[in-house]
């Protein structure tokens, strides 16, 4: 059993960057794959970005491709989601999910993970 904690949101200008945090405890995240979600208000939850596990590769969604970078320290046991040029279209709350599989064809799909944080709010401004 693992416990995943977000931090890192906030408000921000269209433009300007955030990194997210993604801390895990309860077990070594090494062999974890991690993905970064996100949700805003009246849609549907959305993949965002994906690090698999024992140094595996990482995927992204197509919306943040090129401004978006997920990266791990496993000694820290902490994912992170480095955001760059942010749209208002960004905002969401943003969830890290965990998952001990490694199966790799649905790693872009929320029902992969059974570890799940609490969320954390970005808000880009216009």
């Known amino acids: 059993q693992i416990q995943l904690v977000e931090s890192g949101g906030g408000l921000v200008q269209a433009g300007g960057s955030l990194s997210l945090s993604c801390s895990v405890s309860?077990?070594?995240?090494?062999?974890?794959?991690v993905a970064w979600f996100r949700q805003a208000p009246g849609k549907d939850r959305e993949f965002v970005a994906a690090?698999?596990?024992?140094?595996?590769?990482?995927y992204y969604g197509d919306s943040v491709k090129g401004r978006f970078t997920i990266s791990r320290d496993n000694n820290k046991n902490t994912v992170y989601l480095q955001m760059n040029s942010l749209k208002p279209e960004d905002t969401a709350v943003y969830y890290c999910?965990?998952?001990?599989?490694?199966?790799?064809?649905?790693?872009?799909?929320?029902?992969?993970?059974?570890?799940w944080g609490q969320g954390t709010q970005v808000t880009v401004s216009s």
């Open positions: 999910a965990a998952d001990a599989s490694m199966i790799t064809s649905t790693i872009r799909q929320g029902y992969q993970y059974d570890y």
């Open positions: 309860g077990q070594s995240v090494r062999r974890y794959s």
């Open positions: 690090s698999k596990g024992n140094g595996g590769a990482q």
